[in-house]
């Protein structure tokens, strides 16, 4: 991870999602999320890059995650060491072993109906109005 304003860190907390989840039909809880990973804090300090405009240091952690195979996701919460702020980050991950993705995509959940609607009417467009020549 990438530390460009130099925050340091309260902690980073690092959770993959269980074995038996599958990102491609459900929505992530935190119930479906193992922390593997808390760093506890860490100071401001690390390796420096020599681009001008990343700047800041850069922070490696081991984290291991067993008895994973298939598709994942890994969700990572960093509290910033000087404030109380909190930054998330989240990506797509695959372990070895696991069912090949599927040749069409999954069909997406349908969206609860709430009973809301809306109508747009283009302006100069009304309904029911006629203009006169």
């Known amino acids: 991870m ?3 304003a130099r925050h340091g860190g309260a902690y980073i907390r690092i959770h993959v999602t269980k074995q038996g989840f599958d990102p491609l039909t459900q929505r992530l809880r935190w119930s479906d999320l193992e922390q593997v ?3 506890g804090p860490f100071p401001d300090e690390g390796p420096t890059t020599d681009d001008p ?3 800041g240091v850069s922070y490696s952690f081991q984290v291991t995650a067993p008895g994973r195979t298939g598709r994942h996701i890994v969700y990572a919460v960093w509290r910033a ?3 109380d702020q909190n930054y998330y980050m ?3 991950v695959r372990f070895p072993g696991g069912a090949p993705d599927p040749t069409t995509p999954p069909p997406s959940p349908p ?3 709430d009973g809301c609607t809306a109508a747009y009417t283009p302006p100069g467009q009304w309904t029911g109005v006629s203009r006169a020549r």
Do not use: M, V
């Open 37 to 39: 990973l808390d760093t």
């Open 90 to 92: 989240c990506s797509d």
């Open 53 to 55: 405009i990343l700047d």
């Open 81 to 83: 060491g000087h404030a």
């Open 2 to 4: 990438h530390d460009q």
């Open 111 to 113: 969206a609860p109906n």
